[in-house]
């Protein structure tokens, strides 16, 4: 048997070609390089022959890749193996859709790669009752174009046509558009295409139905179609899946409760607001809850609405512009960071969140501090790298201090070493200023590995490498093969 390049670099369409048997797995192995012609054909073999449909999918969509590159290179390497291969594509064909899970890339993968093979070594008529039975689900992107190809196949003899499938194909396709129309609306806020999203929520297609929910659920629609929204849901079947519904379910679900609060429930009106604020029932009700948090002068809850704002499931998950509170949420961060943390650090851990969004040049100093105290919590120095990581990037002058605190941590031997090597990352992409280069030159000769590979990533950034290229290529070459992705990135750079 031969191999060609198109099926080394393949694996499947549809499958991850994960497997727990060994010998499944050493079979797909054996169809990726490195392997020998003898070992690359039984491989295949093993998994079309193999009771595992995950197996038998790879087997079939590497026989379908082969002959769609066959006129390339003059055959298809499995060719003498048609026959079994359409007795396996049938039996995956009558089998239930696979659900997507770990080791599937679509919903009906199964049904997918059996259609697949079918197409290209012949349908009959006999397999139409099970081409129907797919195209009733309404399927979609790649199983729903598998099984109308498949479709038309059958329906080009005239003599005989399927009424049934003929009337299938049509009702497919008007969905699709319908779905595509749909999709077409969502970026408008005008009235009118909300009026027409609302009247979609009742087309006769649940996909369609599920496209104008998702819709309604992006956005500053949300607010005012929730109780909509949770009528739809609750009326989807289990077998009527789609990243619409999953898009829906995850709008009305709970918000996140905060990045450093967990655990700390508020009560009373506070509980309440906090409520509102991860579960809006309007926006009116989602800003005032906002602002009962923010305003109260209690630190768990102003810590949890400073998190609210910087969190990205948080104040702007349906739209609302969060520029109108900035001025106001940041003066109440620095007001934080002013006095002594009372919450273990978990307030200035949240204040830092706010600075790292919004802090100017005036907070460096604050930001500094942080980063130059051993004995602050390690969540508070954590958020400080954070924080100091943002603002140089978003300053246009690097502030002295803060490169100069983030250089005592680095070097700091007895710091935590993530940490230490955050805090060089904060100094990468900052373009060609002397100081920093300099920290970055300094510890990529660290006696500490993780903080030397980040280094000499920073100075393989493209307005360094060139001046430091002999360097890196030093420091580099000490490493052990093993030394991590990050040093896989600089030898890939230095290779250019």
Request: net charge negative; aromatic share 6%; with cysteine.
């Amino acid at each position: 048997m031969f191999m060609t390049v198109f099926l080394l670099e393949f694996q499947s369409w549809y499958w991850t070609g994960r497997f727990d048997d060994p010998e499944l797995q050493g079979a797909f192995d054996a169809m990726n390089e490195p392997t020998t012609s003898q070992a690359f054909g039984q491989g295949f073999l093993t998994l079309l022959r193999s009771d595992d449909t995950v197996a038998r999918g790879i087997a079939l969509d590497f026989y379908d890749r082969a002959e769609m590159t066959s006129r390339f290179v003059g055959g298809n390497p499995f060719e003498d193996h048609g026959e079994e291969v359409v007795r396996v594509a049938r039996e995956l064909l009558r089998q239930p859709p696979r659900p997507v899970d770990e080791r599937t890339r679509i919903e009906g993968a199964n049904h997918a790669s059996a259609l697949a093979a079918l197409w290209r070594l012949g349908l009959e008529d006999g397999d139409a009752d099970a081409i129907a039975a797919v195209l009733e689900r309404m399927p979609d992107v790649e199983l729903r174009e598998r099984a109308l190809d498949a479709a038309r196949v059958l329906l080009e003899d005239p003599e005989t046509p399927d009424e049934r499938l003929s009337a299938l194909v049509a009702r497919v396709e008007e969905c699709h558009e319908r779905v595509q129309a749909v999709r077409a609306l969502r970026d408008s806020q005008e009235a009118a295409a909300t009026e027409r999203l609302v009247l979609a929520t009742e087309d006769d297609e649940w996909r369609v139905r599920q496209e104008a929910a998702a819709a309604l659920s992006s956005g500053r629609r949300f607010y005012a179609h929730r109780p909509l929204l949770e009528r739809l849901a609750g009326t989807w079947s289990d077998d009527e899946r789609s990243d619409a519904a999953d898009e829906v379910r995850s709008a009305l679900r709970e918000g996140p409760h905060s990045f450093h609060w967990e655990g700390v429930e508020l009560e009373g009106e506070l509980g309440q607001a906090h409520r509102e604020m991860r579960s809006p029932s309007g926006e009116e009700a989602h800003r005032s809850a906002f602002c009962t948090l923010l305003r109260s002068r209690r630190p768990e809850a102003v810590g949890i609405a400073l998190d609210h704002y910087h969190l990205a499931d948080g104040l702007t998950r349906f739209g609302i512009d969060d520029g109108e509170y900035a001025a106001e949420v940041l003066a109440i961060a620095r007001d934080v960071l002013g006095r002594p943390s009372s919450a273990a650090g978990a307030d200035h851990a949240s204040a830092f969140g706010i600075l790292s969004e919004l802090g100017e040049p005036e907070d460096a100093e604050t930001i500094a501090a942080a980063l130059r105290r051993r004995e602050a919590p390690a969540v508070v120095r954590e958020s400080a790298v954070d924080a100091a990581w943002e603002c140089l990037e978003r300053w246009d002058t690097p502030d002295e201090g803060i490169v100069t605190a983030l250089e005592g941590l680095v070097f700091d031997g007895s710091g935590d070493m993530e940490l230490r090597v955050q805090a060089v990352n904060a100094l990468t992409g900052l373009g060609p200023v002397e100081q920093v280069t300099a920290v970055l030159r300094r510890a990529a000769r660290s006696g500490d590995l993780p903080v030397q590979v980040e280094a000499a990533v920073g100075l393989t950034f493209p307005d360094l490498i060139e001046e430091h290229r002999e360097l890196v290529r030093e420091v580099a070459g000490s490493w052990p093969q093993d030394a991590g992705e990050r040093a896989a990135i600089v030898r890939r750079k230095l290779a250019d």
